[in-house]
């Protein structure tokens, strides 16, 4: 699975992967492997995402028309992002500060590291990588609600405190990561970390995890692990939520939560070696 963390390091070389740079043209040329790459994750989470994606997020894949036999350019995603909402992508090294990501966000620009899995590693690694961005995420910024909703994340992160953004944090976690949707068509996933994984794709709809009807307040207070399968995930009514959430007031619930303190993890402690969303 894949479950990047929104809890970026400041430092860069934690991870081992580099980000390939463009040319004058802002063209990036993608090795054989790495296209070779990009078509196995696409031909294996297309099959799986069928039937249980809302359909915002299949219109907004269907805009994009991502190629199924090489990585793509940001520009052709860019000129799709701008027409419908407003956003375009930004070429990120693998990992970026905490002031970057929140900056990029609230001037609608979302962050891609401009680098691609290894084979070795097609069903988890600890940073998003851009097939994680473009296919996870690029389609529901096409949605009005969800790219007003990630715009507002970005603004409020930017002056939060560390506190306050490690609160945040669970919110974002629990919607643009891994939320969940009622639909006059049965439950589905809008969010992105499920949606580049085949495992939590299968994982969120089953009976296995728990479902809860979406409230920010507990959203807030709900603690996560990166390393494995959500045991918990906020359902949506509608994807308008997000819109009406981006208009309220965000960081009162946040001080809320503070005061009210965290939820028992429903998850074992994680190893020292893996960081949990604290």
Not at 81 to 87: E, I
Not at 99 to 123: G, K, M, N, Q, W
Not at 188 to 198: A, T
Not at 229 to 240: E, H, R, W
Request: proline share 9%; aromatic share 10%.
């Amino acid at each position: 699975m894949t479950t990047p963390n929104p809890q970026l390091s400041d430092v860069a070389s934690k991870t081992g992967y580099r980000a390939r740079l463009p040319d004058e043209r802002g063209h990036i040329a993608w090795p054989d492997e790495d296209n070779a790459t990009w078509q196995t994750l696409m031909q294996r989470q297309l099959g799986v995402i069928e039937g249980r994606v809302c359909q915002e997020y299949l219109d907004g894949l269907e805009r994009l028309a991502l190629p199924h036999d090489r990585v793509p350019q940001l520009a052709d995603i860019d000129r799709v992002l701008k027409a419908t909402t407003g956003w375009q992508t930004a070429q990120v090294p693998a990992l970026i500060p905490f002031d970057t990501f929140f900056a990029l966000l609230a001037s609608r620009r979302f962050p891609v590291a401009t680098f691609i899995r290894t084979p070795e590693e097609l069903d988890y690694l600890k940073e998003p990588d851009i097939f994680h961005e473009i296919f996870g995420h690029c389609p529901m910024l096409t949605n009005p609600a969800f790219a007003e909703f990630t715009a507002t994340y970005g603004r409020l992160g930017l002056d939060a405190t560390p506190k306050e953004r490690a609160y945040l944090a669970r919110l974002y976690w629990l919607t643009v990561e891994f939320g969940l949707v009622d639909t006059p068509a049965g439950r589905r996933i809008y969010g992105g970390g499920i949606i580049s994984s085949p495992k939590e794709t299968l994982h969120a709809l089953s009976d296995a995890p728990e479902h809860l009807p979406f409230e920010p307040l507990e959203a807030l207070r709900t603690p996560y692990r990166i390393d494995i399968l959500q045991p918990l995930y906020y359902v949506l009514d509608d994807l308008s939520t997000l819109h009406d959430l981006a208009g309220q007031d965000i960081m009162g619930m946040v001080h809320q939560a503070m005061a009210l303190g965290l939820h028992e993890p429903r998850f074992e402690p994680a190893p020292k070696r893996a960081q949990a969303g604290a």
